[in-house]
């Protein structure tokens, strides 16, 4: 089972900031959390990661709160090419695998 | 480019037969995924390798075959014991240092067996 809870859809309009919201209460110390968003019928792509600090690159901003129980992803200026479905996932670790556990994410719908 | 390729895009298959998927990337990286996805679901792991020559079964690895004989290949057989193979397949490759470990995706393969 995924360990984060995201809205199913949102939407905001063209050229505002959409700021996804997600909760993982149960996350642990050394766990990070990571953004991936999918186009329709494309591969994931990643967006961002961080651990406790809150995170800047060229696609998006990363706010983790401070008991590190839930996070917000800002498109600070959304395109309609932001439409997608945004994934927020908590790596699993102590589990070599690396691998990530996804769940059924938020349908961004990014108005003209 | 650096990146992950995967071919074909689509492909059919009549019930019965085994079919090989194609993953290849370029990005040096040690570790390579396959997950599978459903329409309106998020992706689980079949299988993954960190190393060449090794690869461990993920969540959903039931009817489904891995192999690592190169770094950079890593195809995935769906075999006829898998009940239910039509599905998106997405492979995806990451390194294993530096303590983040993001995983790239390539573009996905859209199998469909009837």
């Known amino acids: 089972d995924a360990k984060t809870t995201q809205p199913p859809s949102m939407d905001c309009a063209e050229g505002r900031a959409a700021n996804l919201p997600c909760n993982h209460s149960?996350?642990?110390?050394?766990?990070?959390v990571y953004w991936y968003r999918q186009i329709h019928s494309q591969g994931p792509q990643y967006i961002i990661h961080?651990?406790?600090n809150n995170e800047t690159n060229e696609m998006a901003s990363l706010i983790i709160t401070e008991d590190r129980k839930s996070s917000t992803l800002i498109l600070p200026h959304a395109t309609l090419r932001d439409t997608a479905v945004y994934y927020c996932?908590?790596?699993?670790?102590?589990?070599?695998?690396?691998?990530?556990?996804f769940g059924s994410g938020t349908r961004l719908l990014v108005r003209p | 480019d650096g990146g992950i390729t995967q071919s074909p895009k689509y492909l059919f298959r009549k019930e019965g037969q085994n079919v090989t998927l194609s993953c290849e990337q370029n990005?040096?990286?040690?570790?390579m995924y396959w997950y599978r996805q459903d329409p309106g679901q998020g992706l689980r792991l079949i299988y993954y390798?960190?190393?060449?020559?090794?690869?461990q079964k993920g969540d959903i690895a039931e009817g489904y075959s891995v192999s690592r004989e190169k770094k950079e290949s890593f195809p995935l057989t769906v075999t006829s014991a898998q009940k239910n193979p039509t599905a998106f397949y997405l492979c995806?490759?990451?390194?294993?240092?530096?303590?983040?470990?993001?995983?790239?995706f390539g573009p996905g393969t859209r199998l469909t067996v009837t």
């Open positions: 995806a490759s990451s390194s294993l240092g530096g303590g983040s470990y993001e995983q790239y």
């Open positions: 149960t996350i642990s110390g050394n766990e990070y």
């Open positions: 961080g651990l406790k």
């Open positions: 996932i908590v790596r699993v670790a102590g589990d070599s695998s690396y691998k990530l556990i």
């Open positions: 990005l040096n990286h040690d570790a």
């Open positions: 390798s960190q190393i060449v020559n090794d690869f």
